[in-house]
């Protein structure tokens, strides 16, 4: 269920990019979210999914529970790789 939400959220945000995103002005680097706010958007959920494991699995006290975590997450990637979901 966790690979089929982060897919089809990936797969919202994906499709909102338009290519003139990938072409930001050097000197509006700073700017990223005005000149390519999907794009902007997209790399925000990356990082957000990214901190959300990470901590998940620090969150865990033992080493033993840290394992189950992983695992679990590992299942999860599996999924989204199945699914194409490389994100």
Do not use: G
């Amino acid at each position: 269920i966790i690979a089929n939400h982060l897919c089809a959220i990936d797969y919202d945000l994906y499709f909102r990019i338009r290519p003139q995103e990938f072409n930001i002005p050097s000197d509006q680097k700073d700017k990223s979210k005005a000149f390519a706010p999907n794009l902007t958007a997209s790399i925000e959920h990356f990082n957000l999914v990214s901190f959300w494991v990470i901590s998940m699995i620090l969150n865990e006290s033992s080493v033993e529970e840290r394992v189950e975590v992983i695992n679990k997450f590992v299942k999860i990637a599996k999924v989204l790789k199945q699914q194409r979901s490389f994100n």
